[in-house]
């Protein structure tokens, strides 16, 4: 949510005072009129994070009876999980104004404003939607506690996975929490699942990747040796793993990076194909409910605070795993710990707030590498998206002028754009580069970037000086050709920029947070003694660690296994 504060009033403004009525009726087969039991649709529009939200009302009568989109430009892996639930929502409220969905605030806002309007077509009025717009709230209550062997915190890939491993260990009484109303974290926006190793995809390319290198390829990590060769096992598990309930990540572009397909992002698919497992194990599934703090029998852990709304109660475990992700969507953790990171956007989702980190402290838990970040290169402006590819582009200010060394990145990059007039900088690239990358093309084809046939139209598109663009053109075309240095580059780019043009406006941002509690290679937490907490695991974002999205799912499953085995123990 933090991400979007900045433009979020504007935007506010612009969707409540801008919509206007335009509620299309369309009569079901066999209807009369308005009458009381007649069948009718009423069409209406609204705003959402990618634009134009158009969705049918099916009514009978005045009674709301179903809701189907017509189109949208929202990410899928937002919208199949949100419209669900928003629907369920406005259909028992029989209102839009409702409680948005966590996690998919803009999607909710477009569709509330669009069913609000779309009734205007039988003459039902209701209060302006805003982003504000919420239901009815309720009293505080204060519940008995909950039971369960197993308490997962967190319901993204490393959650998931702990729950799918601890089940296929042979533990039936498990409960899964997310704060969010939607689950996946931010796996599910990923394009690459790197750090595989022994799969299909690669067999099949020729590739073979040992263990034991890749181990060697870890060297410079944070990781224990321990957690290393644990993480190297696992990794040439996942692909295995992931293909028993359906998950195939079919296209290797090299190394250890792998896709869905050659035209489909890994995230999502992974991401479906786990909840849709979780769901057949049967696993108690909390969404909307978060992990306010952990419950201690001396020195054990042995169950977690939890608030759902309004309603706070315990849930007391045999064993609690945290996969509570990180904290780059926490302007306050990451002034205090990485100085200088907290004026910098994030690409990671909004729930990756930090939310145990003051739980950790409290408890003389250890936390290590708090100050170490992930920072990618580049997002697409005013979006979460990860854009850019390859090498031979160029970064503009508003001006149409370079303003840095384009290999340079980290949180230098991130500052110099910022420090850019009106803190613009634009992604400036040529055809070759575009038919090199799959997402540079889905993002074309998404509307996310411009295009044009003349640099001078694609800086009247961008809205950014055309006479300094085609300037630093030049210059550059120039270094490749060696007639002169490039005035920011020791070496020269190796190829010429060549029309159709494109473009979009950028900044970097901060993707991962890499300091964490600190887990050995059982996925067990230590404390500041460095000693193992009992009943304590955890894995993901939340733990110290130079992995990422694969290594969340290679240490979930860990987690799962071992936390089950701890529970067999004690039962």
């Known amino acids: 949510m933090k991400k979007i504060i900045l433009w979020l009033l504007t935007f506010t403004l612009i969707f409540t005072v801008g919509c206007t009525p335009n509620a299309k009726i369309t009569k079901g087969v066999g209807a009369e009129g308005n009458s009381e039991n007649s069948i009718n649709s009423y069409e209406g529009t609204g705003r959402g994070f990618g634009g134009e939200i158009k969705l049918e009302l099916v009514t009978e009568g005045e009674k709301m009876i179903d809701i189907k989109i017509i189109s949208n430009s929202e990410s899928s892996p937002v919208m199949n999980r949100a419209f669900p ?28 404003a669009a069913v609000a309007e779309a009734a205007k077509g039988y003459g039902k009025e209701f209060e302006k939607v805003t982003f504000t717009t919420q239901g009815p709230q309720t009293e505080r209550r204060d519940l008995e506690p909950v039971r369960t062997k197993l308490l997962i915190v967190g319901g993204g890939p490393a959650g998931l996975a702990a729950a799918i491993s601890a089940k296929e260990s042979g533990l039936d009484d498990i409960i899964l929490i997310e704060k969010l109303d939607i689950l996946s974290g931010n796996g599910k926006f990923d394009m690459n699942f790197f750090d595989m190793i022994n799969s299909k995809a690669q067999h099949e390319a020729g590739i073979t990747i040992t263990q034991e290198e890749f181990i060697e390829s870890k060297k410079s990590s944070t990781d224990s040796i321990e957690r290393k060769t644990v993480w190297a096992q696992g990794a040439s598990e996942l692909d295995g793993w992931l293909r028993s309930f359906g998950v195939n990540l079919n296209y290797n ?68 795993i ?49 100050d170490v970040l992930s920072v990618f290169k580049l997002i697409i402006k005013n979006r979460r998206d990860l854009t850019g590819a390859g090498d031979g582009f160029i970064l503009v200010n508003k001006n149409g002028e370079r303003f840095v060394n384009e290999a340079s990145s980290g949180l230098p990059l991130a500052h110099k754009i910022l420090e850019q007039e009106e803190g613009k900088a634009y992604y400036i690239y040529d055809e070759r580069l575009y038919n090199s990358a799959y997402r540079l093309k889905k993002h074309n084809d998404l509307g996310y970037h411009e295009k044009a046939d003349t640099l001078e139209e694609l800086a009247e598109k961008l809205g950014i000086n055309g006479e300094n663009l085609l300037k630093s053109v030049d210059t550059y075309n120039r270094s490749v050709a060696g007639e002169i240095q490039d005035p920011f580059r020791e070496k020269a780019f190796t190829e010429k920029f060549t029309g159709p043009y494109y473009g979009v406006q950028v900044e970097s941002a901060i993707h991962m947070t890499k300091g964490g509690v600190l887990a050995n290679e059982k996925t067990q937490v230590l404390n500041t003694n460095n000693e193992v907490v009992e009943g304590l695991y955890a894995a993901g974002e939340v733990t110290s660690t130079s992995g990422a999205y694969s290594a969340a799912v290679v240490f979930g499953r860990i987690a799962g296994s071992q936390a089950a085995e701890f529970i067999k123990t004690i039962n």
């Not at 939890?306 to 475990?317: F, P, R, S, T």
Request: glycine share 12%; charged share 25%.
């Open 85 to 112: 639930v928003i629907k369920e929502r406005i259909l028992e409220a029989q209102s839009p104004i409702v409680d948005s969905v966590s996690g998919a605030t803009f999607t909710s806002f477009g569709i509330k």
């Open 253 to 320: 572009y090299g190394g250890t990076n792998h896709m869905a397909e050659s035209d489909a992002y890994a995230g999502e698919h992974i991401q479906d194909g786990m909840e849709a497992k979780l769901q057949e194990l049967g696993v108690d599934l909390r969404t909307g409910t978060k992990g306010l703090d952990l419950i201690f029998e001396g020195d054990k852990v042995v169950g977690v605070k939890v608030q759902h709304k309004n309603d706070y109660y315990d849930i007391l475990a045999d064993a609690v």
């Open 322 to 370: 945290l996969a509570t992700g990180g904290f780059s969507a926490n302007k306050e953790l990451l002034a205090k710990y990485a100085p200088g990171a907290e004026i910098v956007e994030t690409s990671n989702q909004m729930g990756a707030t930090g939310d145990f980190v003051p739980v950790f402290e409290k408890n003389n838990l250890q936390l290590e590498n708090m």
